[in-house]
Nanobody, 124 residues
Framework: QVRLVESGGGLVQAGGSLRLSCAAS????????MGWFRQAPGKGREFVAA????????YYSDDVKGRFTISRDNAKNTVYLQINSLKPEDTAVHYC?????????????????WGQGTQVTVSS
């Protein structure tokens, strides 16, 4: 069983930044790829970013490319999402997840374990 706990969300003004964290309680974190998804009110959960087990490969949705950066610290069992130049349309609950495998994936159905989410709200 993998437990994921997100933190770092909050209320920020447009143009601001946040760093989300996701702590994983598993001894095999270093073998897992990780991903971030988000769900805005009234919308489905969408892919944001993913990172391979080593951090050597990263993927982003077109909506966030250039503004979001995913990274990981395997010594701390933690994955991060740095969010810059926030826009009101970034307002959503942000979730981290893992497929339990090493290769990063953009497909929601590949992810077996999910955190409870952290709310990001951007005011205009």
């Amino acid at each position: 069983q993998v437990r994921l706990v997100e933190s770092g969300g909050g209320l920020v003004q447009a143009g601001g930044s946040l760093r989300l964290s996701c702590a994983a309680s598993t001894r095999t974190f270093t073998t897992y790829s990780m991903g971030w998804f988000r769900q805005a009110p009234g919308k489905g959960r969408e892919f944001v970013a993913a990172i391979s087990w080593s951090g050597g490969s990263t993927y982003y949705s077109d909506d966030v490319k250039g503004r979001f950066t995913i990274s990981r610290d395997n010594a701390k069992n933690t994955v991060y999402l740095q969010i810059n130049s926030l826009k009101p349309e970034d307002t959503a609950v942000h979730y981290c997840a893992t497929s339990g495998g090493p290769r990063a994936t953009m497909f929601r159905g590949d992810y077996a374990y999910w955190g409870q989410g952290t709310q990001v709200t951007v005011s205009s």
